[in-house]
């Protein structure tokens, strides 16, 4: 029986611990989503993919959609071209697909946000399905519009910029920027929240039952709190293991037969041994052995 209850007990106890780090890791989970897609909307709306340094003949910078020139306007400041309610804007065919599928990536990021509502309404199991298979379709699309961008490095204005040697996945004289890296670390977070998600929707605790003790069903002292020692029970030192007798303590009576006539607790004096008022006491008890 004994055995039994510290299974039980152990195994309840693991899930309550299972079930605290799940909503520890839970809350990191919805931190860093709402992180993933600041990422993802930073990136898909910056144009600093890749460019050339001010020191270049013809210095520029580029996003998904965007392409920014220094010095082509009349004030001599950056002119930035491209739109996304127009397409044509965009220069090469590469940049208008990787445009399409970031756009994506970057909705299905905000919609995961706001799902996540959905913990007040319904079971947190479906919840996490639910973001999961957003994350994953934002994480497909952020990785491919990552891999076409490339593509389009070999367009007329991306070499009039970064030389004659840039082409498909060759930049010239261009350099990766931030926005490019940032978009990069965005993949492979939204891969690893993803994961993440449906592992915390797929692992649950099921339900420890209630302990049942003695064969009726009743619970006796000593089954639950192991350290209670009943009538039964001996330990060292005890007063049944040495076998001892009680003792009952009477006081002696005086000459008067008054049994309680001065407190038993007073301490022996010099002066209380030569009163000439109370008489010499060897024992003021008699001790009677049950």
Known sequence: MGSKIEYVESSQMYATNYVRNSKAIGMLWGVFTICYAIINVVAFFSPEYIGATLDSENPAHFGLWQSCYFGNS??????CLGRLSDFSTIPSSAFKA???????????????ICCMLLFFFFQSTTVFYICGLLQVVSAVCLVSSVCVYPF???SPHIKRTCGPQAGRFERGDCEIRWAYLLAIIGCLDAVILAVLAF?????????????????????????????????????AGSRKSLNLHPVMLIPQPDAHGHPDHYSEFSNRTGRSKSSAYRAEYASSMQNFQL
């Open 74 to 79: 009349f004030s001599g400041g950056e002119e």
């Open 199 to 235: 592992i915390l929707a797929s692992k649950h605790v099921k339900l420890q039952p209630e302990p049942v003790y003695g064969m009726n069903g009743s619970v006796y002292k000593g089954e639950v709190n192991n350290g209670f020692m009943g009538d039964a029970h001996s330990v």
């Open 98 to 112: 990787a445009t399409a599928v970031g756009a994506v990536s970057a909705a299905t990021a905000l919609l995961a």
């Open 152 to 154: 389009g490095w070999d």
